[in-house]
């Protein structure tokens, strides 16, 4: 090692050496973060008794806070299957990150007349800072369908 630095004038050293601590900055630290959705079952009547709705989970490869959940029809809830309890919430709800979520048409009768269905799922950080964001896409004609699409899993389900 010390042949490869002979004859080397420290200038031209030194500026190697910032070269590599600036570009390692930018190759290791700007990597960016992804969201990926898992959504679970694929398809789902309010008849099933296997769940009481779509199960929708976010993965963040980052610190979050918490999430949002929010659609303009329908509502969201939390299911303790173990207990059996549940508990509704509104057309917009922010909970922890590791808490599992449903998706439900129950109690939304502006819901019949509707054939596309979004559910939005926001990452936030610190101070409700908004980290990414995506959406799950709802297909409703007699039952309701998850639709494929980029970053969202279907019929697995995650976390």
Known sequence: MKYFFKGKSPRLIVLGIL???????????????????YAYPQKYVQA????????????????????????EYGGFLTWK????????Y?????LPYDMKVYWT?????????VTDISVKVTI???S????AEKEVNILCEGFYTVQASRDVVIGIKGQ
């Open 48 to 71: 099933m008794s296997s769940t009481p709705g779509i199960r929708i989970s976010a993965e963040y490869s980052g610190k979050v806070d918490k999430v949002r959940y929010s659609t």
């Open 90 to 94: 509104e057309q917009c709800v922010e």
């Open 81 to 88: 299957n173990t207990s059996g309890i549940i508990t509704e």
């Open 128 to 131: 409700e800072k908004v980290l």
């Open 105 to 113: 048409p129950y109690g939304d009768n502006t819901i019949r007349n």
């Open 19 to 37: 070269c590599v601590v600036l570009l390692g900055n930018v190759f290791f630290t700007s990597v960016p973060k992804q969201l990926k959705l």
């Open 124 to 126: 936030l950080g610190e």
